[in-house]
C-alpha cells in the first residue's frame, strides 16, 4: 500500500498544479485507506500536505501574474474563522457516536467523511456544468463592489468551516466559485485558488498542531515532496489543456471520487 500512497501523492500534486484544487479530495483517502490513518488524524495531516504543496504552486503562480491577491485576501481572512469554528467548537462538541438506530451507528468519523463526499458531489456538478459553457476571461464587475466583497466573504466563511470540518484546503469548492461566480478565467482562478488553499491549510493545520503526533513526520515530508514534484508537473501539463477540458476534467474526477467514497461508507454501516 505504501507505493500505491506515494503514487497517489504525486497525482495530489499533479492535480493542484493542474487545475488548483483536488490537493484534499486525494489526500484525505490517501492518508485514511492507503496508509491506514484514522479520520481525524488524516484530515490534519492532509491539511499540512496540500498547505506547503499548494504555497509552493502558489509562488510559482504568482510569478507568472495568475493570482488576484485582492480577492484572495477577502476570500481567506473570513474563511479563517470558519475554520477556527469548525476546529475548536464544532467538531470538539460531536459526539464519537453520533446517531444510532435500526441496527447501525453512525460515528464521528463516518459522518465527516460522508459529509466530505456529499460536498464533493455538489461541486463536481458546478464544474461539469461550467465546462460546457463558453469561458470567460474577466472576473465580474460585482466582485469589485462593496456588495461583492461580502459575498466572496460569505463565502470565503462557508469554505473555512468545511475546510475545518473535513480536513480539506477547499479548492473543489474555491475553484468553481471563482470560475462559475466570479467569472474568473480558469488560468487565474487556479493561482488564486492555490493561494487561498495554501493560507487556508496552513492555518487549519497550525491551530490543530497539538493534536499533532510526530511519528507522522517523516511520512507526511515524503508525501509533500511527490505532491511539489507533482504540482510542478501538473503546472506544465496545464499549459498544454483546453480550458473547459480542465473544467470538466476536474468535475469527473471530483464526482467519480466521491462515489467511491460513499460507496465505502456505506458499507461501513
Known sequence: MLISGYIASFLMGTSLGLIGAG????????LFYLFGQDAMRATTNSLFVVGISALVGALFQARNGNIN???GFFFAVPSFAGIYFARHFLLPSLPNNFLSGFGFTLTKPLLIMTVFAIVMVFSSRAMIRSGNQPSDEQSSESSTSFSGFVSIGLKGLLV???????????GFLILPALV???KFSIKLAVGTS?????????FGFAISFPSVQFADCPLLLSI?????????????LSLKVNER?????????VLIIAILILWDQGLRF
Open 69 to 71: 491577491l485582492k480577492i
Open 23 to 30: 490537493g484534499s479530495i486525494l489526500t484525505v483517502p490517501i
Open 180 to 182: 462559475i461566480l466570479l
Open 160 to 170: 473555512g468551516t468545511i475546510t475545518g470540518f473535513v480536513g480539506a484546503g477547499g
Open 224 to 236: 509533500c515532496i511527490l505532491g511539489i514534484g507533482g504540482m510542478i508537473f501538473g503546472q506544465i
Open 194 to 202: 492555490l493561494a487561498i488553499i495554501a493560507a487556508n491549510s496552513l
Open 245 to 253: 477540458t480542465l473544467k470538466k476534467g476536474f468535475g469527473y474526477t
